[in-house]
């Protein structure tokens, strides 16, 4: 098994900036590829960004390219989720997943552990 901690979320205004860590422990004696999914109020939970076991390789939803940026550290066994040029639309809780890489150039990951989330307000 593996566990996911999240933490960094809270409230900030349109504009601001926020970065989420997701800490993994137990099983991580192999190297997992990670990722980030929300769940607004109200919708259905989406993908926001997944990075490979390596971090050479990243895939971000169309609707945050250009302002989040997923990265790892895995001395730290974490992933980080660095969120700019936030948005109202943006408010969710955020959820960290742990897995494999199917084809990461493709975009196309397989996850298999959810941590409990952490939750994002952008007020306007």
């Known amino acids: 098994q593996v566990q996911l901690v999240e933490s960094g979320g809270g409230l900030v205004q349109a504009g601001g900036s926020l970065r989420l860590s997701c800490a993994a422990s137990g099983r991580t004696r192999r190297t997992y590829a990670m990722g980030w999914f929300r769940q607004a109020p109200g919708k259905e939970r989406e993908f926001v960004a997944a990075?490979?076991?390596?971090?050479?390789?990243?895939s971000y939803v169309y609707s945050v390219k250009g302002r989040f940026t997923i990265s790892r550290d895995n001395a730290k066994n974490t992933v980080y989720l660095q969120m700019n040029s936030l948005k109202p639309e943006d408010t969710a809780d955020y959820y960290c997943v742990a897995g494999v890489a199917t084809n990461p150039s493709a975009g196309a990951y397989a996850f298999d552990y959810w941590g409990q989330g952490t939750q994002v307000t952008v007020s306007s």
């Open positions: 990075i490979n076991e390596s971090g050479s390789s990243t």
